[in-house]
Each structure stands twice: as structure tokens, then as C-alpha cells.
């Protein structure tokens, strides 16, 4: 995590006072971070702000305190959204994190008291720099998937000063309350600059408990899964699993009650007790829609008859569905594995290329432009033996420049074409059939750097590349997880395309078992479930047509040579040639009375 820089500040920026609402008399807890409570760029901890009856590193008591109120902080984003302490010069703040346009930095407020009330009072907006940054933000207090404040749009251009939000919204008797601060696209004005995501914090959280007493614990859920405010969670596996613990009362198992979306699920949750903890677990069956948002509302009474609520909102992966159109038949594979083609510049070379997937497709067709010359780089990639350059591999796709192990799996192999590394600014592409039975999958790509994954359409059927996965720019060895349903039995054909910029160069193909999120390479041999691939596939009759007194038939895939037979009753024994062997993908036949049925088969 990268540091701030003094250098753009102002003189006059290094002390920035800030304005924070709902103080004085009032009986507050202030999250204001005046004395650090952790190191700078160190991830909050979430123990902050719970149950406060006095001040202490970071927190500032007015008044009584919120002795019944706990905080869950979470955030929805990149792989570094979050909240980080940050106490320095300028700032004695919460600083949020990667904050790119479209993350969402969250702030759950829960009582463990079925008699306490939240109330969500006001907060402060704190950039980093006086300069041309703005940053705009939608501000909501939600109970569950209920607004109860908002969405209030913030927008402020950045000037090392506190931007106070007041918000006042209070909380039904025993209900969470959650504040989203969700990062959107900045309407900008002359010389104005979209804000850094690393240049803004928030500060002076303030928040108070109804009424200022302090309440009996009541029995409360102490873990849930899915994990609320959770997203990417597969469609087919979102089974729910929650914990309650004694409290000063215990919940009646009796009377346990869980909802998805409003409707009690079926069949019921199961309930069972081990020691202090009641466990209740559901095991979910049908398939969600791609991109949903569902809540599960877990309801109960304790043994004094007092009710209790936990609802958990999860958000469905964006999948795509498969068109039966683009299946093969089962068990159309014949030769298993994939082709793998490669494409370099000289390595001597000085011009600086994009990290981006749009370089790579350029590249691969030969049409990426060497600015030195204004021609066509010229690949320095050898070729392979199949008739587009490209290279038979006969298992699992798991490469690294150094043929070291990088990535997920160990036993990584060099990149077909390329000599041993270092090798920068190459693209690959590898062509895969993958044999799928009917079903939900998700599939993985740990890459450095970038990479699309896409379901091409069979040869002789009409229809768009539909991508899967993509990352579109430079990045470590890291995954990308992307899920998708077939619906149709069936061989689908691939693509995989990478691109390498500078330095270190990996890449693997996987599948994640759900829910059990186990990686397998596809086609690891030594793994009976893992997903076959195939290089070669059985002849395929894509079409026949009638030109005439002829019949033409057309046919994709398999490896010269060929021959097309027929035969007039599907009950008869033997088939007959129809002309000799033939290299070619079509044929014409005269057309006979009756009935009449061709096949082909290949090499």
C-alpha cells in the first residue's frame, strides 16, 4: 500500500479543522481517531467502536456511550477496498481504501439487545490534497435491504478539509442499521480530475443508543454464511449456516424461523444445539437468477418471549448461460488436450505496449503496429506444427516463463514457442472442447498479467464469442473466478487468450468445486473428476443441402483424411463409401429416391 505524498499539499492544508454534527450535550460515541488506534495503512481493526462506555484510542465518548451497539466493518470492491488507519500530518482519519467508482464501504451497527435503538448521526467526507481531485459519493443508512435514509449525493472537490454529512436516522427497537457509502461517478467541471481512490478518508463517525441505559444481552448471531453484504456468491450454492450464542437469555429453538426473500424456506431450516451455541442451517436446492440480491431473515424469541431479528443480504455472481446451439454432441472429443499458439515482439525492442486484452488480440492477428517502424512487428515466437503455428498439448494448461512454479499448481511448463525466460510482451491463445454434462460451473484463471475467456460458437452455427472471464490489465499471479451455466449436455469450444507485459509470466487454467471451492487444472490426468479437453473432435455434418439432382454435404472438425458414407435404412449392417478419401470438408452426391443417410468419419 502505497504512502501519501506531502507534495501537492498546500501550506495552509496541513491542519485541516473539521466540522462534526451532533456533538456537545448529546450523549455520542464519536469514532474521530485523534489518537491512532493502529499503525498507518493497517486494516481496521474490527473490534473498534463496539460497545463503548468510554473513550479510548480513536474513539470519543460524550455523554453515555453506546454500551449496547457493536460495528461490522466491511467493504464491497477491488481486492484492497477496506478501511485502513491513517494518522499523520493531515490526517487522523479512517482512510477508505481503494475507493474506485463503483465500491461501497460499509458500517453495520447492530444491538445485542432486542430493547436498544441505533442512531446513525452524521460523518466527514476528509480528502488527502487542496487540489483539482472530486470525489462523489451516494450516502444511505439501510436496515436490511430497507432504505431508511437516503441515497443523499455528496460531491465536494478535494480541498485537505473535512466535508461534514449529517444523516440522523434512527433505527426501529432491537434493528441493525447499516451505513453505505458507495463511491459513484463524479460530474466533473473544467480542469477537474475524477478523485485517486487512495486520496480519501472518512472521519468524526458519530452514532448514539436509545435509551441510555445499559440492557440486558440477549441471545445473538455470533456468525452467518453467506456472510451479509457478501457478493459473487454462486447461484447454485448459497446455503445458509448461522451461530447464536447465549446471552443473558437463551433463544427457543421452537421458535426459529428462516426466510429467503420473504418466503419461509422449505424444507425448513434444521436447528440443532451444541453447549452455549444454537446452530441453524439450510441447505439450499434451486438455481438463482445471475447478478441477484437476496436476504435471508433469520427470526427468534428468547425465553422470555422477546423477538429477535438477523437478516443477511448476498449478492448472486454475474454468470453467463450457454446456448444449446453451442454444444456438440457427448463424447464428440477425440484426442485429448488443446492447441496453444504464441506471439512475441523483439525482446530489444523499445516501444512500451498496452496492458490490455485488445493488445493481445491485435498482436495474435498480426496487426499491432511497431511505432518505430509504422509496420507490423514481426513475431519472433516459434511456430508449431498445426497449420495456424500453433502447438499440441496433450494435458493440463499451466505455464511460466521459467517453467517454475507460480500460481495455484506446482509442475508449470514453459510457453509453447517461447524460449526459457524471461520473455516479455507476448499474447497467447489456446483452443480448447471442453466436455460438459448439463450444469452450473465455475472455472479460474491465475494469470500475470491479463487474460479473456470466452464459448465460441461450433463451426457451421451462427453466434458471437460470449466472454466468460477477463482481466484487463497488469497484475501478480492472481485469480479470476467466473461462473457460467450449460444447459444443454454437451462438447463447447474455448478460447483463452493471455498477454504478458514485463517481468514475470504465468498462467492456469482451473475449475473451483462448489461449495467446496476445491481447484482442479482441467484435464489433470491424475484427477478422475477434473474436466476433460480435447485438441481433436469427431467429424461433424454441419450441413446438407440440395443443389439440383445433387445433395451437398458440408462437415467441420476432425483430421483428414475423410471419407462420407451412406446407406438408405438406419437397420442395415453396413454403410457404403460414397467417392474415395477426401482432404476436404464437403462433397457432393447425387440425390436417390427414398430415404437416405450419410455419415463421415476422419483419420
Not at 463503483?102 to 487540489?131: E, I, Q
Not at 430497507?146 to 433505527?171: C, D, E, M, R, Y
Not at 502447438?391 to 521459467?402: A, G, H, I, Y
Request: with cysteine.
Amino acid at each position: 500500500m502505497k504512502l501519501k505524498k506531502f507534495a501537492k499539499l498546500r501550506p495552509g492544508a496541513l491542519i485541516a479543522i473539521g466540522v462534526c454534527l451532533g456533538r456537545g450535550a448529546q450523549a455520542d460515541t464519536v469514532i474521530d481517531f485523534n489518537t491512532a488506534p493502529g499503525p498507518v495503512n493497517a486494516t481496521v481493526d474490527q473490534a473498534l467502536g463496539d460497545y463503548v462506555t468510554a473513550s479510548s484510542d480513536g474513539v470519543t465518548v460524550t455523554g453515555f456511550g453506546t454500551p449496547n451497539i457493536g460495528l461490522t466493518w466491511s467493504a464491497v470492491g477491488e481486492g484492497d477496498t477496506g478501511w485502513e488507519y491513517y494518522n499523520d500530518s493531515v490526517w487522523s482519519a479512517i482512510q477508505l481504501n481503494d475507493s474506485t467508482v463503483g465500491s461501497s464501504h460499509r458500517l453495520t451497527f447492530t444491538p445485542n439487545s432486542a430493547s436498544a435503538r441505533v442512531v446513525v448521526k452524521s460523518f466527514s467526507f476528509h480528502p488527502y490534497y487542496n487540489s483539482t481531485e472530486r470525489f462523489s459519493y451516494n450516502v444511505s443508512v439501510l436496515a436490511g435491504t430497507n432504505l431508511l435514509s437516503g441515497p443523499t449525493l455528496v460531491s465536494f472537490l478535494s480541498n485537505a478539509a473535512k466535508h461534514p454529512v449529517s444523516i440522523n436516522a434512527t433505527g426501529a427497537i432491537g434493528q441493525t442499521l447499516k451505513l453505505r457509502i458507495s463511491r459513484v461517478a463524479s460530474n466533473l467541471g473544467a480542469s477537474e480530475v475524477e478523485g485517486d481512490p487512495y486520496d480519501i478518508a472518512v472521519d468524526d463517525i458519530t452514532f448514539a443508543q436509545l435509551p441510555a441505559s445499559v440492557l440486558p444481552i440477549g441471545p445473538q448471531v455470533v456468525s452467518v454464511t453467506p456472510a451479509d453484504d457478501a457478493t459473487g456468491v454462486a447461484a447454485n450454492s448459497y446455503s445458509y449456516l448461522a451461530s447464536i450464542t447465549n446471552g443473558a437469555t437463551t433463544p427457543v429453538a421452537s421458535s426459529i424461523k428462516l426466510k429467503l426473500d420473504g418466503v419461509l424456506v422449505s424444507p425448513p431450516a434444521t436447528v440443532t444445539s451444541v453447549g452455549d451455541l444454537t446452530n441453524v442451517s439450510y441447505t439450499a436446492t434451486s438455481l438463482l437468477a445471475s447478478g441477484s440480491t437476496h436476504v435471508y431473515t433469520l427470526t427468534y424469541a428468547d425465553n422470555l418471549a422477546v423477538n429477535y431479528t438477523n437478516e443477511t443480504v448476498f449478492t448472486v455472481i454475474s454468470y453467463a448461460v450457454l446456448p444449446g446451439a453451442y454444444a456438440l454432441p457427448p463424447g464428440s472429443g477425440i484426442v485429448p488436450g488443446f492447441t496453444y499458439r504464441s506471439v512475441a515482439v523483439n525482446q530489444d525492442t523499445t516501444n512500451v505496449l498496452a496492458s490490455s486484452v485488445a493488445r493481445a488480440k491485435a498482436q495474435l492477428a498480426g496487426t499491432l503496429i511497431d511505432v518505430s517502424t509504422g509496420a507490423p512487428f514481426t513475431n519472433t515466437a516459434s511456430l508449431g506444427t498445426n497449420a495456424d503455428g500453433s502447438f499440441s498439448q496433450d494435458t493440463v494448461l499451466n505455464f511460466s516463463d521459467f517453467a517454475t512454479s507460480q500460481g495455484d499448481f506446482p509442475d508449470d511448463l514453459q510457453f509453447p514457442g517461447l524460449e526459457a525466460g524471461p520473455y516479455d510482451w507476448f499474447s497467447t491463445e489456446a483452443l480448447l472442447y471442453l466436455d460438459l454434462p448439463a450444469g452450473y460451473y465455475r472455472l479460474g484463471v491465475n494469470s500475470d498479467d491479463g487474460f479473456e475467456f470466452n464459448a465460441l460458437a461450433p463451426q457451421g452455427v451462427p453466434g458471437a464469442p460470449i466472454r466468460l472471464g477477463i482481466f484487463d490489465n497488469g497484475r501478480g499471479a492472481s485469480d479470476t473466478l467466473f461462473d457460467f451455466l450449460v444447459q444443454t449436455s454437451g462438447v463447447y469450444s474455448f478460447q483463452l487468450i493471455y498477454f504478458e507485459n514485463q517481468g514475470s509470466a504465468s498462467c492456469e487454467l482451473f475449475s473451483v468445486s462448489l461449495p467446496a471451492g476445491t481447484k482442479t487444472l482441467v484435464n489433470d490426468p491424475a484427477t478422475l473428476s477434473a474436466i476433460k479437453s480435447y485438441r481433436v473432435l469427431r467429424p461433424h455434418l454441419t450441413r446438407i443441402a440440395r443443389s439440383g439432382s445433387n445433395a451437398v454435404i458440408d462437415w467441420a472438425y476432425g483430421t483428414p483424411p475423410f471419407q462420407l458414407q451412406f446407406k438408405n435404412n438406419l437397420t442395415n449392417a453396413v454403410w457404403t463409401d460414397v467417392g474415395g478419401p477426401t482432404s476436404a470438408r464437403t462433397a457432393t452426391t447425387p440425390l436417390l429416391p427414398g430415404n437416405g443417410f450419410f455419415r463421415v468419419y476422419g483419420k
